[in-house]
């Protein structure tokens, strides 16, 4: 049985790039593509998947009787009765736990077999937000050898008008800072593209697909400035979050084993029925029930006389659920401070994004458009260019670094709180 995305991460995947109109494709173009191909192909979700399953085959274990004894004892030499001789005793015995210690065990078992479907449920977030996360890395990768690239092409066209500059008797100084510079971007550009290699391989394997071959390039836009509000999110990571309700669950087992510890030191009771199979007598046949078998009812209580075991039991399973009502509280602490972080980190992704998206990159544009014209007409030197196009490549990155930084930012708030984007996500952009 194959995993499958839970309605809260189809929506995120929907919500944050996919468009709704478009038709489910297989190749891996869109977010949606990932998380799908990752949800059904990831090793992880199978065998937390299949722990599941044994967890749940555990609770009928759990509440079950024990199994009935029976026992058969023949006499080697009959034991000689006045009604004939005992020749075989057959006793069948059922033992019966003291009331409410199946209860507790069932139930113990059951709040297990929930820790392990939230388990699976958390390990799909954690999924979801590793996926997520790791393609918006990757898309930033592409977007920034693409610009690397185009910058690199735009100084390379420089060069024969700075070269025909030198024959006119133009300082040769120009012609090689051009060259170096040329030379720093082309390195930097196989940086980033060795660094894609390593970026796919690593998607690739969160998707549990070969790392041989370089995953397709999907492209993306910047989305639309969002806001959280820092409280109803908290509730909702309070109500939601998998890994919090699956540390519940936990509580509640060790509150079920407290109570099996605390039944411990009640008796159990074993019920058993006695059939004697007497032989004809030999010496009086004339004797009433000369012959007869015998049989009879037993009752049996084991007697819980170890009190310093059974304390100790009991103090055991209070530990351990005080233990977990504290990791309880320090995880919920963590979860809220990660919240406040990703809220402070979306809210300066948003800050840059109109910073350098609606002011910066457009002065830069134009600086770089001026001193081009400037340095064709003789007005400007070959350094104020190569100041201009490294300016504006590193403001082009560093809104592109925005654009990552939002998105990522928005996953993790959502798989902190385990819902589905608000509608108005759904009008992000879409890939083209």
Known sequence: MRTRLTPA????????????????????LELSDYLNEAMASN??????????????????????????MFQITHFIESVQTRTGPQENVFVLSQKLPWFGKRGSQKSAASAEAEVLWYSLQNQQLVLAREVSLAFFEYTYTREAIDLTRENRDLLQKLEPIVEEKVRA??????????????GKVD??????????????AELGRLLGLPTTSILPDPKWEAPAPTT??????????????PELQMMQRQIDSAEARSEIARLANYPDITLGLNYIQTGDPVVNPTTPDAGQDPWGFTVAVNVPLWFGK????????LASRRSLESEYTNRMNDLQAKLLTSLSSLNNANRQLNLYGNELLGLAEQAVENSRAGYRSGRTGILEVIDSERSLLDLQLLYWRAVADAWKQRVIIQTLANQPLSSEFSKSPSYE
């Open 310 to 317: 059974y304390n100790a039991s009991k103090a055991e399973a």
């Open 9 to 28: 991460l189809l929506l995120l995947a929907s919500a944050l790039l996919a468009s709704a109109e478009s038709p489910a494709k297989p190749e891996l």
């Open 187 to 200: 390195d930097r550009l196989q940086t980033l593209q060795q660094k894609k290699v390593a970026q796919s």
């Open 228 to 241: 959280y509000d820092p409280s109803s999110i908290a509730a909702a990571i309070r109500a939601n979050n």
């Open 169 to 182: 008797g133009a300082d040769l100084n120009a012609l090689l800072r051009l060259k170096v510079e040329i």
């Open 43 to 68: 090793p992880r979700l199978e065998a937390l998947e299949q722990r599941y399953e044994a967890g749940m085959q555990r609770i009928p274990q759990s509440g079950a009787l024990p199994d009935p």
